[in-house]
């Protein structure tokens, strides 16, 4: 595309697109993203954005989106801890125009560590800036959760530009306007740790990602070599929560949203050092690291640790079908017998030294018997809830509510599940209607459709405007109702017709 701008180092996509704007001059938003993706209701992302393709149609057509993906967007401190199918997927979607199925896989959408209120920016790197290019732009390290300061320069800034962003399809250029210059202050700050690690992974580049399992093994194993497992299989938990405790204050953890409780039991912080049934967030994996390994940690080095542990359990042992005794154990005996008059729970439950013996001796032939005895019952219908009674009470009771709304001409739409959700216990009432006739041909009746609603909206405006002694134009009426052209159903454009025509022949009389 001709003119479009070659994104600097560091810089978000969500910079060069506004800076294309406004080197194009084009003021409206969607005339922006009509030229860019031939699409008006591509949303404005500042961290992980879709149709990138498009971007990478702009820029060269030699030129892949995954670089683009990795150099210019967030999606590098999330993609080294998601499995790698994820990780493909979410290049995939990011590449077309798939809106907030990145945020949602990647997890971001659902995390307790939030994102910044405002986009940030460092007064002294944007001064470098306008030196060298001759002009500013968002850069990504500054929008990152968890980074607070430019350690070159101080404090990050922040701008009056709110995150999400209420314009959500307009592309914000960094300008003097937006970034003015202020004083910083420079101190150091935990934020320098948190910096030097993401610097890293921003800077890390594309390449396959570790699976849970491996993840699973490096923090048994982190905690294996700092000897924190107080026996072979159990962990020291408040041994790492004071060491996390020691090296992070409380009110930063609890400013992010991680912060745990020494004795919570399903904290994330024990639930790294278990079994990965999720992934993780980039500063969770700083926050333990830091804190357990200390120094000038590295959490490049890190990844690639990862990289060597397994990426699949050990294979389990094959069952080897072994021919049983013809004559049966004294144990054995003992639990046949025990399956004549006692389900294999109710056996076990009575005698579970006997079953253990058996489960270590004899697991095959167990495992067999209890088979033939788990024959599955019939399924017996619950005879506590008198359904016809039941069925009367609602139903006396849903007339009550039609009743009310008939004297009542405003209010939303009475639907189907309007009616259902105004009952005790809606959601039995529903997977039960079979067994409520009186009920069903009462929700099968009264509901209000679409057009009955709309056409009740128009009825209640005539009798606003007249209250009003206001003409009722079409215009003003459909206004008044809130309905628009684009949404009247048949009935009630065919009602409103019959009213103005009405109201026309009234006001020549």
């Not at 922006?32 to 971007?55: H, K, Q």
């Not at 997977?431 to 041909?441: G, I």
């Amino acid at each position: 595309m001709l003119n479009f701008p070659i994104p600097y180092p560091e810089e978000l996509i969500y910079s060069t697109i506004a800076r294309y704007g406004v080197r194009m001059g084009v003021i409206s938003p969607k005339q922006l993203l009509e030229a860019l993706f031939g699409n008006r209701s591509v949303i404005a992302t500042l961290d992980l954005p879709n149709g990138l393709c498009a971007i990478q149609r702009a820029l060269s057509r030699t030129r892949r989106v995954e670089p683009l993906i990795y150099q210019h967007t967030l999606f590098p401190l999330y993609a080294p801890f998601i499995p790698e199918c994820r990780r493909q997927q979410c290049i995939l979607w990011m590449s077309e125009e798939r809106r907030s199925s990145v945020h949602l896989t990647t997890g971001m959408a659902a995390s307790s560590i939030g994102t910044p209120v405002f986009i940030r920016y460092c007064p002294g790197c944007q001064k470098e800036h306008h030196q060298h290019y001759g002009e500013y732009f968002w850069r990504r390290e500054w929008q990152v959760t968890g980074i607070e300061c430019c350690p070159e320069h101080g404090l990050l800034a922040n701008t009056t530009i709110r995150r999400p962003l209420k314009e959500r399809h307009r592309f914000i250029e960094a300008s003097p306007a937006n970034c003015p210059q202020v004083s910083q202050m420079r101190r150091e700050t935990v934020s320098d740790r948190v910096t030097y690690q993401i610097r890293q992974l921003l800077m890390a580049g594309s390449g396959p990602s570790a699976n849970r399992h491996q993840w699973t093994g490096y923090y048994r194993g982190l905690a294996r070599n700092n000897v924190l497992f107080l026996n072979a299989s159990h962990l020291d938990h408040p041994a790492i929560y004071d060491r996390v405790l020691s090296v992070w204050s409380e009110p930063w953890l609890r400013h992010y949203g991680i912060h745990t409780e020494r004795d919570d039991a399903s904290s994330w912080l024990r639930a790294i050092f278990r079994k990965h049934r999720r992934s993780f967030s980039y500063l969770q994996h700083i926050v333990v690291n830091q804190a357990i390994l200390g120094g000038t940690w590295r959490i490049g080095d890190v990844l690639a640790n990862v990289g060597y542990y397994p990426a699949s359990p050990p294979g389990k042992a094959t069952l080897v079908s072994i021919p049983q005794p013809t004559v049966l154990s004294p144990d054995q005996q003992q639990w046949s017998i025990l399956l004549t008059h006692s389900s294999p729970k109710s056996a076990r439950n009575q005698l579970p030294a006997l079953y253990a013996r058996l489960y270590r001796n004899q697991r095959l032939w167990l495992l067999a018997e209890n088979q033939k005895c788990n024959v599955v019952s019939p399924v017996v219908l619950s005879t506590r809830i008198d359904w016809a009674q039941r069925d009367t009470e609602y139903a006396e009771r849903l007339g009550q509510l039609q009743r009310f709304f008939a004297a009542n001409p405003l209010g939303v739409r009475r639907s189907r599940s309007l009616y259902l959700k105004a009952l005790p216990h809606c959601a039995t009432v529903e997977k039960n209607l079979h067994r409520l006739p009186r009920v069903v041909d009462f929700l099968f009746a009264h509901p209000e459709t679409v057009g009955q609603y709309q056409i009740r909206r128009l009825d209640n405006a005539y009798a606003q405007l007249s209250a009003e002694n206001l003409q009722p134009l079409r215009w003003r009426w459909l206004r008044a109702a809130g309905l628009s052209e684009a949404r009247l159903t048949a009935a009630a454009r065919l009602y409103l017709r019959r009213l103005l025509d009405d109201e026309d022949k009234r006001h020549h009389q």
